[in-house]
């Protein structure tokens, strides 16, 4: 059974680039067929897909967030990693990483505040 789990700091204050790292276990990031995905839900709204890699490593952005993201993967670690730069109160959210957006992670608040 696959299993991720979100990691990075809860705070981070505007105009910083915030970083989280998804390790997973059970599978492997380079297993064909999947992608590996970013998602956020602000507090009292839907979820929104961020981004994601694929298992050949092409990878691919929200429109309205692609400007401001990044992603990568270490292979040998099986992590792969979000960047969001600028960060505003906005970006508050809780951050998930999810296997073919069916296997999710429990999640991690991250917080933008000064």
């Known amino acids: 059974q696959v299993q991720l789990q979100e990691s990075g700091p809860g705070l981070v204050k505007p105009t910083q680039t915030m970083s989280l790292t998804c390790t997973v276990s059970?599978?492997?990031?380079?297993?064909?067929?999947?992608?590996w995905n970013w998602i956020r839900q602000p507090p009292g709204k839907g979820p929104e897909w961020i981004g994601a890699i694929i298992y050949s490593g092409d990878i691919y952005y929200s429109p309205s967030l692609k400007s401001r993201t990044s992603i990568s993967r270490d292979t040998s670690k099986n992590q792969f990693t979000l960047h969001l730069s600028s960060v505003t109160p906005e970006d508050t959210a809780v951050y998930y990483c999810?296997?073919?957006?069916?296997?999710w992670g429990n999640g991690t608040l991250v917080t933008v505040s000064s």
């Open positions: 059970g599978d492997s990031i380079t297993t064909n067929g999947y992608s």
């Open positions: 999810a296997r073919t957006m069916a296997f």
